[in-house]
C-alpha cells in the first residue's frame, strides 16, 4: 500500500473517460492535477508507487513521464527522477516582460535586412507548426520561427538574450498548449508578422508582435488566478 501521507493521495478518484492504453490513463489522471495545482512544483513522482497507485507496470507509467515531460509539466531531475515542473506567475510574468522588451527592438532592427531566404525559412517554420503533433518539438519551432525573423537585427548580444529569453518560455508555451490545446498557438499573429515583415512594414510587425505577447502574458496569468496561484 501507498503511503496515506504520499503526495500522490492529491490525484483524488479516477478520471471518467475510457482509455485506449495504460499509458494514456496515468498521463491524463497526472496532468489534471498537475494542471489544477493539486500535485504542485516539485512533487517527486516515483515509478514504483505510481505503478502501484495505478496498478500498472513500470513502463506505462515511464512513458506517462514521458509525454508529461514533452508538455513541460514534469522535470527529470538528476538523482531525484521526475518531478512536477516548478512554474509561478510571478517568474511567467518576469519572463514575458523581458521578451516584451527585447523581442520588438530585436525584430524592428531585423526587418529591413533580412534577406528573402530568411523570410521563406520563417514560412516553412509556419508550415512545419501547422504539422507538428508533438508539444516538445512545438516550443521548438516557436523559438526557430521568432529567432528567424529576428535574425538580420545585427547585435549579437542582444539576440543571444533574445534567445535564452525565448528558451526560457518554452515550458509556459507547453504548460499553456496543455492546458488549453493546440488551437491556442496564435498561428495568425505568426503568419501577420511575417505578412508585415515581407512588406517591409517593421511598425506593423511591431505591433503584432507585442500584441502576441501580451496576449500570451495575460493567457498564463488568467491560468494561475484561476487555479489559486
Given at each position: 500500500?501507498?503511503?496515506?501521507?504520499?503526495p500522490?493521495?492529491?490525484l483524488?478518484?479516477?478520471?471518467?473517460?475510457?482509455?485506449?492504453?495504460a499509458?494514456?490513463?496515468?498521463?491524463?489522471?497526472?496532468k489534471?492535477?498537475?494542471?489544477?495545482?493539486?500535485?504542485p512544483?516539485?512533487?517527486?513522482?516515483?515509478?514504483?508507487?505510481?505503478?502501484?497507485r495505478?496498478?500498472?507496470?513500470?513502463?506505462?507509467?515511464?512513458?506517462?513521464?514521458?509525454?508529461?515531460?514533452?508538455?513541460?509539466?514534469?522535470?527529470?531531475?538528476?538523482?531525484?527522477?521526475?518531478?512536477?515542473?516548478?512554474?509561478?506567475?510571478?517568474?511567467?510574468?518576469?519572463?514575458?516582460a523581458i521578451?516584451?522588451?527585447?523581442e520588438?527592438?530585436?525584430?524592428?532592427?531585423?526587418?529591413?535586412?533580412?534577406?528573402?531566404?530568411?523570410l521563406?525559412?520563417?514560412a516553412?517554420?509556419i508550415?512545419?507548426?501547422?504539422?507538428?503533433p508533438?508539444?516538445?518539438?512545438?516550443?521548438?519551432?516557436?523559438?526557430?520561427?521568432?529567432?528567424?525573423?529576428?535574425?538580420?537585427?545585427g547585435?549579437?548580444?542582444?539576440?543571444?538574450?533574445?534567445?535564452?529569453?525565448?528558451?526560457?518560455?518554452d515550458?509556459?508555451?507547453?504548460f499553456?498548449?496543455?492546458?488549453h490545446?493546440?488551437?491556442h498557438?496564435?498561428?495568425?499573429?505568426h503568419?501577420?508578422?511575417l505578412?508585415a515583415a515581407?512588406?517591409?512594414?517593421?511598425?506593423?510587425?511591431?505591433?503584432?508582435?507585442?500584441?502576441?505577447?501580451?496576449?500570451?502574458?495575460?493567457?498564463?496569468?488568467?491560468?494561475?488566478?484561476?487555479?489559486?496561484?
Amino acid at each position: 500500500m501507498a503511503d496515506p501521507a504520499s503526495p500522490l493521495d492529491a490525484l483524488g478518484p479516477a478520471l471518467e473517460g475510457r482509455w485506449r492504453t495504460a499509458t494514456e490513463f496515468v498521463e491524463a489522471v497526472l496532468k489534471a492535477a498537475i494542471l489544477e495545482g493539486r500535485l504542485p512544483g516539485g512533487t517527486a513522482l516515483r515509478q514504483e508507487e505510481l505503478a502501484e497507485r495505478f496498478g500498472v507496470s513500470r513502463m506505462p507509467v515511464r512513458e506517462a513521464l514521458r509525454q508529461l515531460e514533452a508538455q513541460a509539466l514534469v522535470d527529470m531531475v538528476p538523482h531525484r527522477g521526475a518531478v512536477v515542473t516548478e512554474i509561478s506567475a510571478a517568474d511567467a510574468a518576469d519572463t514575458y516582460a523581458i521578451r516584451r522588451a527585447l523581442e520588438p527592438a530585436a525584430l524592428r532592427l531585423s526587418i529591413p535586412r533580412l534577406a528573402p531566404a530568411q523570410l521563406d525559412t520563417a514560412a516553412e517554420i509556419i508550415l512545419a507548426m501547422d504539422a507538428e503533433p508533438e508539444p516538445g518539438r512545438m516550443g521548438l519551432l516557436n523559438r526557430r520561427f521568432h529567432m528567424a525573423l529576428y535574425a538580420a537585427a545585427g547585435h549579437r548580444r542582444l539576440l543571444a538574450l533574445t534567445a535564452a529569453q525565448l528558451a526560457a518560455c518554452d515550458r509556459y508555451l507547453r504548460f499553456h498548449l496543455a492546458a488549453h490545446g493546440r488551437e491556442h498557438l496564435s498561428q495568425q499573429d505568426h503568419r501577420a508578422m511575417l505578412a508585415a515583415a515581407r512588406a517591409g512594414d517593421a511598425p506593423r510587425a511591431v505591433a503584432v508582435l507585442e500584441a502576441h505577447l501580451d496576449r500570451a502574458a495575460g493567457a498564463i496569468a488568467r491560468f494561475f488566478a484561476a487555479r489559486g496561484g
